[in-house]
Nanobody, 123 residues
Framework: VQLQASGGGLVQPGGSLRLSCAAG??????MAWFRRAPGKDREFVAA????????YYADSVKDRFTISRDNAKNTMNLQMNSLKPEDTAVYYC???????????????????WGQGTLVTVSS
């Protein structure tokens, strides 16, 4: 399974970006976004369940970011609004093939990872 993340770029504080992750034809129970800021550990951003009916967010992005998925197109998106300089990071998409009731904020539970896309928030 190959995950392809895209949509990163340079944006001013307060601006918006939309990230996408193409997953190919594969089943999954959860898909998620993580990020790694310069000099920091990778951290959980958001996750979405198989049918998109359950979503989970880190407190730092809640009410600003929206995660969604389109299973017909095998894609997952992350709409990022009101971006802040502290959102600057490489963003990675991840996929879990099976199982429920797992700790979604733990990166080790995901089976596949994309290559990352850089988001820079700066004036």
């Amino acid at each position: 399974v190959q995950l392809q993340a895209s949509g990163g770029g340079l944006v001013q504080p307060g601006g918006s970006l939309r990230l996408s992750c193409a997953a190919g034809r594969t089943n999954s129970t959860y898909m998620a976004w993580f990020r790694r800021a310069p000099g920091k550990d990778r951290e959980f951003v958001a996750a979405v369940s198989r049918h998109g009916d359950n979503t989970y967010y880190a407190d730092s992005v809640k009410d600003r970011f929206t995660i969604s998925r389109d299973n017909a197109k095998n894609t997952m998106n992350l709409q990022m609004n009101s971006l802040k300089p502290e959102d600057t990071a490489v963003y990675y998409c991840a996929l879990r093939r099976s199982g429920y009731g797992i700790p979604l904020r733990d990166s080790s539970v995901y089976d596949y990872w994309g290559q990352g896309t850089l988001v820079t928030v700066s004036s």
